[in-house]
């Protein structure tokens, strides 16, 4: 099946430093990745849709200007934190859609830990 | 408004009985619909997906569907230790192509 890859799997940073994501396909072109949230016993909450060459699209209640998502190339997005701070911690995942609308396949996810 | 009810659990089931996860949705234009399984810590794996009214098997998994009631489970036969996880519903509209989220049911399976 197809792989997506996380980078890094965790990251711990100080208050008001910015963090960056990296989402990869590994062996397919994805035009479209989304960006997750997970608190702790929560559900996946989707942050933003993310297309190839476009502006990502944010969910409501996302700010834009605090997670900066950049979709440069078919394989490749990232999602940044800028001045993160401890309410930020949460686990991010992205996924990728496949040629189906119904294929969407997960990254490992990254645990960002903001002290 | 979307949503996506799922009883929390935790389901607790002895090794080799059979797991029932169930789900109900709000949306009536809901299309699609998704069981993932996650691990503690891990990212979702897609486990099942339903179309049509019914049943679907896929080895130890049932997937079941009724739009009328709006109600979509997952059935586990012969549930082993390394079922244990959070399962997770997600329908999805008509209109869309993003999966709605439900918070998952905990799953244990005790020897």
């Known amino acids: 099946g197809a792989v997506v890859s996380q980078h890094p799997s965790w990251v711990i940073c100080k208050s008001g430093t910015s963090v960056k994501i990296e989402c990869r396909s590994l062996?397919?072109?994805?035009?479209?990745m989304f960006w997750y949230r997970q608190f702790p016993k929560q559900s996946l909450m989707l942050m933003a849709t993310?297309?190839?060459?476009?502006?990502?699209?944010?969910e409501q209640g996302v700010e834009k200007d605090k997670f900066l998502i950049n979709h440069a190339s078919l394989t490749l997005s990232t999602l940044t934190v800028t001045s993160a701070h401890p309410e930020d911690s949460s686990f991010y995942i992205c996924?990728?859609?496949?040629?189906?609308?119904?294929?969407?396949?997960f990254g490992p996810g990254t645990r960002l830990t903001v002290l | 408004q979307k949503e996506v009810e799922q009883n929390s659990g935790p389901l607790s089931v002895p090794e080799g009985a059979i797991a029932s996860l169930n789900c109900t949705y709000s949306?009536?234009?809901?299309?699609?619909f998704f069981w993932y399984r996650q691990y503690s810590g891990k990212s979702p794996e897609l486990i099942m997906s339903?179309?049509?009214?019914g049943d679907k098997e896929d080895g130890r998994f049932t997937a079941q569907l009724n739009k009328a009631s709006q109600y979509v489970s997952l059935l586990i036969r012969d549930s082993q230790p390394s079922d244990s996880a959070t399962y997770l519903c997600?329908?999805?509209?008509?209109?869309?192509?993003?999966?709605?989220f439900g918070r998952g049911t905990s799953l244990i399976v005790h020897p």
């Open positions: 062996d397919f072109q994805a035009t479209t």
């Open positions: 993310s297309n190839e060459g476009s502006k990502a699209t944010y």
């Open positions: 339903i179309y049509s009214n």
């Open positions: 997600a329908p999805r509209h008509g209109g869309s192509y993003i999966p709605t």
């Open positions: 949306d009536r234009g809901s299309q699609s």
């Open positions: 996924s990728a859609r496949g040629d189906s609308p119904d294929t969407q396949y």
